[in-house]
């Protein structure tokens, strides 16, 4: 059973950068989609950005095209989130997940990371 391991939360002004990696442990990597989640406090789970097994097809939310990267080295079995130009609104839990399509419905995800904290101030 693949465990997930996310780091590289922090506290970041807005227009910075942060970059949130996930590690992931169990040989089924390779073959899963991984995707990025999100939470804020008071509002429900939602999704960020997917990337299929390959590596070669990407999803994103609409609200963070053009700002975040989501990729993946399946030698190392992880998966990155590059987040650029991070707004307030930014601010979160992300949650790193492993599922079986790339979809944006965070039922479709049956592996989950115990998360990050993402700050961005104003």
């Known amino acids: 059973q693949a465990q997930l391991v996310e780091s590289g939360g922090g506290l970041v002004q807005a227009g910075g950068s942060l970059r949130l990696s996930c590690a992931a442990s169990?040989?089924?990597?390779?073959?899963?989609?991984m995707g990025w989640f999100r939470q804020a406090p008071g509002k429900e789970r939602e999704f960020v950005a997917a990337v299929s097994w390959g590596g070669g097809v990407t999803l994103y939310a609409d609200f963070v095209k053009g700002r975040f990267t989501i990729s993946r080295d399946n030698a190392k079995n992880t998966v990155t989130l590059q987040m650029n130009s991070l707004k307030p609104e930014d601010t979160a839990v992300y949650y790193c997940a492993a599922g079986s399509r790339l979809l944006k419905g965070a039922h479709e995800y049956d592996r989950w990371g115990q998360g990050t904290q993402v700050t961005v101030s104003s």
């Open positions: 169990g040989r089924i990597f390779s073959t899963k989609t």
